[in-house]
């Protein structure tokens, strides 16, 4: 999961999907595309949605995404164009570039839509983005593990 800087929207992503997918032998891992907040908790306004959903994202820690994630997970799931541009950007090659996903395509496909960032909005973006990235994530779920 990557989004700018890894304290709003891909944690929130990552606290999702790992909530749904918790008996799975999968690794879920967020990134930001930015190293603005590198070792720093999800914004507090994250870990307060995920928390009123009955998900605890408070031992996330911040991290660039690195082109050695290509080789470690087999799906990138970014959250908007920007963040598809940038880590792209970096691919190595057309096999890398395959991994990489718009989110809201799991809901819209082909659709190309980005899940807002809500760091300068209110409270209603996070809510709003947590709600775009649970479909989402319910999606992603049933391909990774459709027997639940």
């Given at each position: 999961?990557v989004?700018l800087?890894?304290?709003?929207?891909?944690?929130?992503?990552?606290?999702?999907?790992?909530?749904?997918?918790?008996?799975?032998?999968?690794?879920i891992?967020?990134a930001g595309?930015?190293?603005y907040?590198?070792d720093?908790?999800?914004?507090?306004r994250?870990?307060?949605?995920?928390?009123?959903?009955?998900?605890?994202i408070?031992?996330?820690?911040?991290r660039?995404f690195?082109?050695?994630?290509?080789?470690?997970?087999?799906?990138?799931?970014?959250?908007?164009h920007e963040n598809?541009?940038d880590?792209?950007?970096?691919?190595?090659?057309?096999?890398d570039i395959?991994?990489?996903?718009?989110?809201?395509n799991e809901v819209?496909?082909?659709?190309?839509l980005?899940?807002?960032?809500?760091y300068?909005?209110?409270?209603y973006?996070?809510?709003?983005v947590?709600?775009?990235?649970?479909?989402?994530?319910?999606?992603i779920a049933?391909?990774?593990?459709?027997?639940?």
């Amino acid at each position: 999961m990557v989004c700018l800087g890894n304290i709003c929207r891909s944690p929130l992503a990552e606290g999702i999907l790992k909530s749904k997918l918790f008996r799975a032998n999968v690794i879920i891992d967020s990134a930001g595309t930015g190293a603005y907040h590198i070792d720093q908790k999800p914004d507090s306004r994250s870990i307060h949605i995920a928390k009123i959903n009955g998900i605890d994202i408070t031992n996330q820690r911040a991290r660039k995404f690195l082109v050695e994630d290509f080789d470690e997970f087999d799906h990138i799931y970014v959250m908007d164009h920007e963040n598809y541009r940038d880590v792209t950007a970096i691919a190595r090659n057309k096999e890398d570039i395959a991994k990489v996903k718009m989110i809201l395509n799991e809901v819209f496909p082909t659709e190309n839509l980005d899940v807002p960032d809500p760091y300068l909005g209110g409270d209603y973006g996070f809510k709003n983005v947590y709600r775009m990235l649970d479909e989402a994530c319910e999606i992603i779920a049933k391909k990774i593990n459709p027997d639940g």
